[in-house]
């Protein structure tokens, strides 16, 4: 069983700039495919970014494309989330996941492991 811890969430300014980490516990597999979603009051989890677990692709939101940057450290089995130009819309409780597998699915569903998630709270 993986457990992933985020960190990193608060209160920003719009405009602002916020950089989330999310630490996995080595499990049965070395390194994990990784991602964030996030949930706004009253909506359901929507996909904003994901990272193969070689690093060889990623993939965006088209909400955060160009704000947002997906990294990972698989020494720390650690990903991060860099959000630029935040904005009151992007407010929301972000999750990280993870999976075995290569693939970068948008679907929740599509997910083995959850963190308890970190809210980001943009103030305009």
């Known amino acids: 069983q993986v457990q992933l811890v985020e960190s990193g969430g608060g209160l920003v300014q719009a405009g602002g700039s916020l950089r989330l980490s999310c630490a996995a516990s080595r499990g049965t597999y070395v390194t994990y495919t990784m991602g964030w979603f996030r949930q706004a009051s009253g909506k359901e989890r929507q996909f904003v970014a994901g990272i193969a677990w070689n690093g060889a692709s990623t993939d965006y939101a088209d909400s955060v494309k160009g704000r947002f940057t997906i990294s990972k450290d698989n020494a720390k089995n650690t990903v991060y989330l860099q959000m630029n130009s935040l904005q009151p819309e992007d407010t929301a409780g972000y999750y990280c996941?993870?999976?075995?597998?290569?693939?970068?699915?948008?679907?929740?569903?599509?997910?083995?492991?959850w963190g308890q998630g970190t809210q980001v709270t943009v103030s305009s």
């Open positions: 996941a993870a999976r075995t597998s290569l693939e970068l699915p948008r679907a929740t569903g599509a997910w083995d492991y």
